[in-house]
């Protein structure tokens, strides 16, 4: 008997009555969750998953929003823009969300599983989901946010990433847009203990900003956060710059190490 992520890598028809029956309250629950996150008035952002079962996360969201975004934003998807579809699949659940008459809560973020997605395309003898460079998804991320500024009035935006540049042009957007920076259909997002010297500035500068705190045993959380890790340390200069701005508050407090 595997994982539902497991179950949900496979094609419906060929599920067995146990696992068909454990898929079924699995959705259950998530749509439990969300119906009660929408009774509190409190946002709920789906994170995103490998390509291999990520198109069962993409239909559940796709319906809890057309079922609970109705008159505000409750449910957030998360796309995962080093995938170069992404980009087209957000065209196409605006489309939906439009026709259907609702609207799209977004969170985007650049992705966990590079390696093993490509990895795992050449074994299994597809094509790779993975853009072919840093700078394809660099350009992929901005050009998601773009997207979401320029229909605002439609799409509520989370932008999750520890990058300078995206950062700084989301805050460009916003400027340009005309809209305050604390417009509450707009936040930017780091995890807790990563990038601190861009959640803070945002903040200082009157931004929406939040901070993520994974919770979970050490032994799963642990991958989680030496992927973000990596994430960091694949921006030039970037590790540095922190360790110096680390430096400089430590020095600023009197504190010196030993």
Not at 90 to 107: S, T, V
Not at 125 to 153: F, H, Q, W
Request: with cysteine; aromatic share 10%; glycine share 6%.
């Amino acid at each position: 008997m595997g994982s539902v992520l497991e179950i949900a890598s496979l094609d419906e028809d060929g599920l067995n009555d146990i696992e068909r029956a454990e898929l079924e309250n699995f959705k259950n629950r998530f749509m439990a969750l969300c119906r009660r996150a929408a009774e509190k008035g409190v946002r709920i952002l789906v994170d995103a998953e490998h390509y291999y079962c990520q198109n069962l996360f993409d239909k559940l969201t796709e319906e809890a929003m057309a079922t609970f975004n109705k008159e505000r934003v409750i449910v957030f998807h998360t796309l995962q823009m080093y995938r170069h579809d992404r980009l087209d699949y957000l065209r196409r659940i605006h489309k939906d969300a439009k026709d259907g008459g609702y609207k799209l809560g977004i969170k985007f973020v650049r992705g966990a599983y590079m390696e093993e997605e490509r990895e795992r395309a050449v074994m299994m003898g597809y094509i790779s989901p993975i853009c072919a460079s840093k700078a394809e998804t660099d350009l992929n991320y901005d050009n998601g946010l773009r997207y979401v500024m320029d229909n605002i009035n439609e799409i509520e935006l989370f932008s999750g990433t520890h990058n300078y540049e995206s950062n700084y042009l989301l805050a460009e957007l916003i400027n340009n847009k005309g809209i305050t920076k604390a417009d509450k259909r707009v936040w930017f997002s780091q995890l807790y203990g990563m990038s601190d010297n861009i959640t803070y500035a945002l903040a200082r500068e009157g931004y929406n900003v939040c901070k993520y705190i994974p919770y979970a045993p050490v032994k799963e959380v642990l991958p989680y956060l030496l992927r973000r890790a990596e994430e960091n340390t694949s921006m030039a200069g970037q590790t540095g710059r922190e360790l110096g701005l680390i430096k400089d508050e430590m020095n600023r407090r009197g504190i010196r190490l030993v």
